[in-house]
């Protein structure tokens, strides 16, 4: 007796979910000059160190009772190494759904701030979504909207006197992203491919007052960065002893 087959199929199905949102959505996100949620831990962490949770989660289909495709939950987290010392790094996938957290399986952005909090290490949010307003979307899908109560909010805050919180703006950020950019010790964004807003500028537009994304999303205060490209964001992120105190150092929050 052997187990091969079953251990052939997970493998199966992991490679089906770290598709993303497949490859024409991937593209426009390398397009965009951005990377995706996974190749953004990939270097953020130290090589092989990256321990995923939920990395399955998604909504299936099937075929004559096989899992043929799934469209994987657009929100991966698990645990890892910056340097040797751990964290829970949370990172939205802008290739499915653009990010979106309404109407998606919203569970596994709480449990990345449970984790944090309950391991009592840091918390690293790669932010590249929107959400919160409890979205038609979710209205269609559940029947009902969950505004005002913003789910697992109260473990974002809780975090903020348990353990070192920072989070990286990677794109146009609205709402609930928005949101989740603020609420740290420490928030990074790119200029050129970062803007933080309430809402897009289609929203505004219909107020009467049409910007561009980078007029209305405009970083006033940024970390100067001698290029704009991811490495060198987290080169300086994973420099800077706010993110992960070293032994015997006083955090600075």
Known sequence: MTWQPEVDEIKRRRELAQAMGGPANVERQHAGGKLTVRERIDRLLDPGSFHEVGGLTGKPAYEEGRLAAIVPANFVLGTGRIDGRRVVVGGDDFTVRGGAADASIWEKQMLSEQMAGELGIPMVRLVDGTGGGGSVKTYETSGFTYVPRNPAWEHVVDNLAKVPVVALGLGSVAGLGSARLVTSHYSLMVKGISQM?????????????????????????????????????????????????????????
Do not use: H, M
């Not at 929203?203 to 910007?211: D, F, I, M, S, W």
């Open 197 to 253: 807003f309430v809402a897009g500028p289609p929203v505004v537009a219909r107020l009467g007052e049409p910007l561009t994304l980078e007029v209305q999303g405009e970083i006033r205060k940024k970390v100067t960065l001698k290029e704009t490209t991811l490495n060198n964001a987290l080169a300086a992120l994973t420099k800077r002893d706010i993110l992960i105190p070293k032994k015997g150092s006083k955090a600075v929050y």
